[in-house]
């Protein structure tokens, strides 16, 4: 078997990558944590998980939306804060529109329920979850990997080549 089947493209994220990585998957966790909180606090007021509240009614974003998150977390490609850390390219770019499409869809959803709400005065969980959204879009975004380095990698990551191209299209 040749060695060179066994090798793939890999880019090697540069600082910009590796913290909107970060961002975006803290993002998304913060999400998840305040669905949770959600859940926790469903019977009674709790201002960081209200999205409105009148003096007779609360708003919160519903439980159900815990797959958003977790999908978002699941689309984004592994890229962990570290100085050592390759991201594969083979479907690299694919997981982020992923990614970015489900931020947009999180903060249609949120604003279709926000506008729905005569009455109602906004809480810090509707701030909160906007600007969650928004932040993650914008880190997801940030993840583009122009102007990064290729290497060739084996299956364990170890063995790097050098290829002579940093990617700088926006294909």
């Known amino acids: 078997m040749n060695v060179e089947d066994t090798l793939r493209d890999a880019y090697v994220p540069n600082r910009r990558v590796r913290l909107a990585s ?30 409105a509240s009148t003096s007779l009614d609360t708003v919160k974003l519903g439980t159900g939306y815990l797959a958003g998150p977790a999908l978002i977390l699941v689309a984004l490609p592994l890229v962990i ?23 947009v869809v999180g903060i249609a959803i949120l604003a279709t329920k926000l506008a729905g709400l005569d009455g109602y005065q906004l809480q810090a969980g509707a701030y909160v979850t906007a600007g969650l959204l928004i932040v993650g879009l914008v880190a997801t975004m940030a993840m583009w990997p122009s102007g990064l380095e290729i290497v060739r ?12 191209r940093p990617e700088r299209s926006i294909q």
């Open 22 to 51: 970060d961002v975006a998957g803290l993002c998304a966790v913060a999400l998840l944590l305040g669905l949770l909180g959600t859940a926790l606090t469903w019977d009674r007021h709790a201002a960081l998980f209200d999205l």
């Open 81 to 103: 804060g570290r100085q050592r850390q390759l991201a594969l390219v083979q479907h690299y770019r694919q997981r982020l529109v992923l990614a970015s499409l489900l931020w």
């Open 153 to 164: 990698v084996n299956r364990k990551g170890s063995l790097r080549t050098a290829v002579a």
